[in-house]
C-alpha cells in the first residue's frame, strides 16, 4: 500500500499541466485537477450522522444517498447488509441543510437493471415523489440517481434522461472531468468486508493518473453495511487529500455546478 505523498501529488501536477494543453477538460479551480467523490449509500443513521460530521471537519459537503421508503414499518431488508437503523426525512432535512447532498438509491432498492422497463420506471417514479414530498427543495431534475446495486440498462437510463440530471451507475471510477451534457456517471465499489486498504489502492492509482474525477460508492462506517469504510479511516484520508494541491474532494452536485465556471 502506498501512502498519498506530497511527491505523487507533485508529479499529478505535472501530467496535470500537460494533459490540459489539449484543452480538454479546464478544472474551474486552477490547479485541481483531481476531483474525488466519495457517494455513500444506504442511509444508515449512526453512519450518516457520523459521515456528515467527519466531512464538516474539514469544511466539505457528504453525498448520501437514500433508499426513499426504508424508513417506513413495512420496508422489508433486501438483504443481510441493510439490517441497522436507517434516517427518517427530519435526518435528511437536517444533514441537507448542513450543506450536504441527499440523493435518491430508489424506493426500496430492487435491481432496476433486472426489471421490466415499466416496473423500473414506477419504481422510480414512486421514489422522486416521496423525495419531492418530503425533501425540503427537491426537484428530480436537479438530482442524482444513484442506481441500486449500481445496475441500470439501457432503457431505464435513457428513460432517466427525461426525469433526472445525472445517473451514477456500475463502470469505471475514473470519470471525464465534469462538462455540460454530463449524464453518465460510474463508479466502483467493494465489499462485503472493509474497504479502506482498496479504497487508498485505487485512490492513489487514481493520483498517479491523468485528470479526471473519481466516483467511489462507499456505504456505512465502520460496522454497518456492505463494504464499510473506517471512521478513523476516513478522517486521516480527508485530512490527508485535503493537503494535495491538486486535488479536491466534492459532491456530485458540486462538481457538476463547477461547469458553469469552466464554460462560456
Ligand atoms: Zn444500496
Redesign the pocket.
Known amino acids: 500500500m502506498k501512502p498519498i505523498t506530497r511527491r505523487s501529488a507533485l508529479a499529478t501536477i505535472g501530467l496535470g499541466s500537460a494533459y490540459l494543453m489539449t484543452r480538454a477538460f479546464v478544472p474551474a479551480k486552477p490547479g485541481k485537477t483531481h476531483i474525488i467523490t466519495l457517494s455513500y449509500?444506504?442511509g444508515f443513521e449512526k453512519s450518516s450522522i457520523r459521515t456528515a460530521e467527519i466531512y464538516e471537519k474539514y469544511g466539505l459537503s457528504a453525498a448520501i444517498n437514500v433508499?426513499a421508503s426504508a424508513h417506513e414499518k413495512q420496508f422489508e431488508l433486501p438483504n443481510e447488509y441493510h439490517a441497522w437503523p436507517v434516517g427518517d426525512f427530519k435526518l435528511w432535512n437536517d444533514l441537507q441543510s448542513r450543506g450536504h447532498e441527499i440523493m435518491p438509491?430508489g424506493y426500496n432498492?430492487s435491481n432496476l437493471g433486472e426489471l421490466p422497463l415499466e416496473d423500473a420506471q414506477q419504481l422510480v417514479n414512486k421514489c422522486l415523489d416521496i423525495f419531492s414530498r418530503q425533501l425540503d427543495g427537491f426537484k428530480a431534475e436537479n438530482a442524482v440517481f444513484n442506481f441500486?446495486?449500481n445496475a441500470s440498462n439501457k432503457e431505464i437510463e435513457d428513460w432517466l434522461k427525461t426525469k433526472v440530471r445525472v445517473i451514477r451507475t456500475g463502470g469505471p471510477a475514473v470519470n471525464p472531468l465534469p462538462f455540460r451534457g454530463q449524464f453518465r456517471l460510474t463508479c466502483i465499489s467493494h465489499g462485503p468486508e472493509n474497504i479502506d486498504r482498496h479504497l487508498e489502492e485505487q485512490i492513489n492509482q487514481f493520483l498517479e493518473g491523468p485528470p479526471g474525477w473519481f466516483i467511489y460508492n462507499t456505504?456505512g462506517l465502520d460496522e454497518e453495511g456492505w463494504g464499510p469504510v473506517s471512521s478513523v479511516f476516513l478522517d486521516e484520508l480527508l485530512d490527508r487529500l485535503g493537503g494535495l494541491e491538486s486535488v479536491e474532494v466534492l459532491s456530485v452536485t458540486q462538481c457538476l455546478n463547477q461547469i458553469k465556471n469552466i464554460l462560456p
Open positions: 449509500d444506504d433508499i438509491h432498492h441500486p446495486y456505504h
